[in-house]
């Protein structure tokens, strides 16, 4: 089974027993972890976030869930950093394993894979040409819906803002810093946009907002500016290697630009060294850095003219390699899948849980179904159909059983699938 986590969370109490892989274990998705453990799953988890992460403090808070993670079997590393990071989480218990494996993210980065894109690289040429692709990233500041912002929008003036979704698990101190810092960031890019589309007239500039975000600021800019385009459809992948330079303040498309060798340069027009190292630090030591338009100007016409590439050096390279593994070698799917068979070797089936515990568990599961469906209608909610389409549009059955043949054909394997579709955003695949 495949598809929104969101869907998939609703159906769990209909699934025969299975082995869940779990891409997080928030506070949120630690109840439902121990859900699918009191209905017969074997939860198995990586973390989506820990590439480019908080400090260990806070990401402990916001990122594990005490309750979550003690139903978690075996955990899969993006690189030896995560694997650190999360050896010093106190309440983690000494059984549980964790595997570098690196992150099927990761595969799709490697040289032997960029075929899988290539159709959508021709595409985005023949649309756009040599275009610059500015990624941002302040859906701290800039969410979909205020809420979801580090601070609510306060009602009266002079009142203390309360947290926003984006502030779970940090003290405030460490809130209001990063919502400075990150309003800081928001401001220099609504300025930069217009300043690139008029230094460089003759090439388009493609603004790729992170998924949580409110794309209409960046609406009303494209709309004073003619080759400016606000698009955020499919994978990054593709429109990193189309690109000719990315253009971002520390996100993880820094880090995915470095390794495919994509010229990037990250604009710290502003700078706290407080959040730049401690979040940051991967991300912006791997592009190139300016700190102010003219040397952006400079930077970007070299990249241009040919006369400068990806950032590289020794020091970015060690870097890498320490948080990403599985750059050569067995893809990281095939890592985890040696991982998921061994774990399953002498067990034809996992085993059943107590009644009570199922019965808790199927009841509880279809409790919070029927409340999220509810809970959907209301205004502003996360759980609203408009918001899960935002950030996971589906994909049709003939394009997910294009993109399966041509991943088979990069990996030279010719075993047969039968792909089901059971919702626009879910799929079961079977051999």
């Known amino acids: 089974?495949?598809?929104?986590?969101?869907?998939?969370?609703n159906r769990i109490a209909s699934f025969p027993r299975s082995v869940y892989l779990s891409k997080s274990m928030t506070a949120r998705g630690g109840k439902m972890l121990r859900i699918m453990h009191k209905v017969g799953h074997e939860i198995v988890a990586w973390d989506e976030e820990a590439l480019v992460h908080l400090p260990p403090e806070t990401f402990f808070s916001r990122r594990i869930s005490p309750t979550g993670i003690?139903?978690?079997?075996?955990?899969?590393?993006?690189?030896?950093?995560?694997?650190?990071?999360?050896r010093q989480y106190p309440k983690l218990s000494p059984e549980i394993p964790i595997h570098i494996?690196?992150?099927?993210?990761?595969?799709?980065?490697?040289?032997?894979m960029r075929d899988f894109y290539a159709k959508e690289i021709r595409e985005l040429h023949q649309a756009y040409g040599d275009f610059i692709l500015i990624n941002t990233n302040v859906n701290h500041v800039n969410a979909f819906y205020p809420h979801q912002n580090l601070f609510m929008p306060v009602k009266r003036p002079g009142e203390e803002p309360r947290f926003g979704k984006a502030a779970r698990g940090m003290?405030?101190?460490?809130?209001?810093?990063l919502r400075a810092h990150k309003q800081a960031v928001f401001n220099d890019f609504k300025q930069l946009i217009p300043s690139l589309a008029e230094t460089f007239p003759d090439r388009t500039l493609i603004v790729r907002p992170h998924p949580t975000e409110n794309h209409e600021v960046y609406r009303k800019i494209s709309a004073t500016c003619e080759r400016v385009r606000v698009i955020n459809e499919g994978s990054v992948v593709p429109?990193?290697?189309?690109?000719?330079?990315?253009?971002?303040?520390?996100?993880?498309?820094?880090?995915?630009?470095?390794?495919?060798?994509?010229?990037?340069?990250?604009?710290?027009?502003?700078?706290?060294?407080?959040?730049?190292?401690g979040f940051y630090r991967l991300p912006n030591l791997l592009s190139h850095q300016c700190f102010n338009f003219e040397e952006l100007r400079l930077t970007m016409d070299k990249i241009f003219n040919d006369e400068l590439g990806a950032a590289g050096g020794e020091e970015r390279q060690s870097s890498i390699d320490h948080y990403l593994a599985a750059q050569?070698?067995?893809?990281?799917?095939?890592?985890?899948?040696?991982?998921?068979?061994?774990?399953?070797?002498?067990?034809?089936?996992l085993p059943k849980p107590a009644l009570l515990d199922w019965l808790e568990g199927w009841s509880i599961a279809?409790?919070?179904?029927?409340?999220?469906?509810?809970?959907?209608?209301l205004p502003n909610n996360h759980n609203r159909m408009e918001f899960q389409r935002h950030r996971f549009p589906g994909i049709s059955l003939d394009a997910l059983n294009e993109k399966i043949a041509r991943i088979q054909q990069l990996l030279g394997e010719d075993n047969k699938f039968k792909v089901e579709q059971l919702s626009d955003v879910l799929f079961q695949i079977r051999a």
Request: proline share 4%.
């Open 70 to 86: 003690k139903h978690v079997s075996h955990l899969f590393a993006w690189g030896q950093d995560n694997a650190d990071l999360w």
């Open 328 to 349: 050569d070698g067995p893809l990281a799917c095939e890592r985890i899948v040696d991982v998921l068979e061994k774990m399953m070797q002498g067990r034809p089936d």
């Open 239 to 277: 429109w990193l290697l189309a690109a000719k330079v990315l253009v971002h303040n520390g996100c993880t498309t820094g880090v995915e630009a470095y390794a495919m060798r994509v010229p990037s340069i990250t604009y710290r027009k502003s700078v706290n060294e407080y959040y730049d190292n």
């Open 101 to 112: 494996t690196g992150n099927p993210r990761g595969d799709m980065l490697r040289p032997e």
């Open 171 to 177: 003290s405030r101190e460490f809130a209001e810093g």
């Open 1 to 9: 089974m495949i598809g929104s986590r969101w869907e998939i969370d």
């Open 366 to 377: 279809n409790g919070r179904r029927l409340v999220k469906g509810l809970w959907s209608y």
